[in-house]
């Protein structure tokens, strides 16, 4: 029993504190997303997205596109928002955040862990595993630091440096808004079957 999952990091999002929107290049990027799933050949099952606006907005249009419910879930937030924080300037954000990537077990005054979001991905993505048809089709929209958490944490070192050569130490640089990584799990195991794939955004309109 195998399911498939397309993990989406949201589109381009505004550079402000808070939980923001997209810009209007990241609704570019979302809507040639939505339209790359429309024309897929396989049927979506279903679409969940993290409850942060980006990640909404960006999964609206997909699921208009595709006529699919979505539900949205906690365990998608990334591991750290900046804002959630009082008074931390970006500049302490990024310290805060750099420090939770090259140590995973490193809890932030305000979120997660690497370590604990990947875990919460993970355990999502097991559930859905678990109780969803044989051979479904679910696109998990959420954020790139999550994303990457959860690859480090399920698959070895030698594995990812398949995708590239230095994954660890580049991991933050490597999941692009709108990029759509898909994994295979069967009985348990995941495989990774596209990484971090921008082929849909190539085209004049989605370019700034």
């Known amino acids: 029993m195998s399911t498939t999952f397309h993990l989406v990091r949201h589109g381009l999002k ?3 504190i808070g939980d923001v929107s997209l ?3 990241g ?3 979302a809507e040639a997303t939505a339209l ?3 024309k897929a050949t396989f049927h979506v099952t279903k679409i969940l997205t993290s409850p942060l606006r980006r990640a909404r907005e960006t999964a609206s249009m997909i699921a208009r596109h595709t006529h699919s419910h979505i539900t949205e879930d906690p365990r998608l937030r990334e591991r750290a928002n ?3 924080c009082p008074d931390q300037s970006f500049e302490e954000f990024i310290a805060m955040w750099d420090r939770c990537t090259s140590d995973p077990d490193y809890i932030p005054p305000v979120g997660d862990s690497a370590k604990q979001a990947g875990e919460r991905l993970a355990s999502l993505l097991t559930e859905l595993a678990n109780e969803e048809p044989e051979n479904s089709n679910i696109i998990v929209v959420a954020h790139g630091g999550l994303i990457t958490d959860f690859l480090v944490q399920t698959f070895t070192e030698g594995e990812l440096n398949v995708w590239h050569s230095d994954f660890i130490a580049m991991q933050n640089q490597l999941i692009p808004e709108c990029s759509i990584t898909t994994l295979i799990h069967d009985q348990g195991n995941y495989t ?3 990484f971090a794939s921008t082929e849909h955004l190539d085209s004049n309109d989605v370019k700034k």
């Open 23 to 25: 810009t209007a290049e």
């Open 192 to 194: 990774i079957k596209a």
């Open 36 to 38: 790359h799933f429309a």
């Open 82 to 84: 900046w804002g959630d």
């Open 27 to 29: 609704v570019l990027q």
């Open 14 to 16: 505004e550079r402000q």
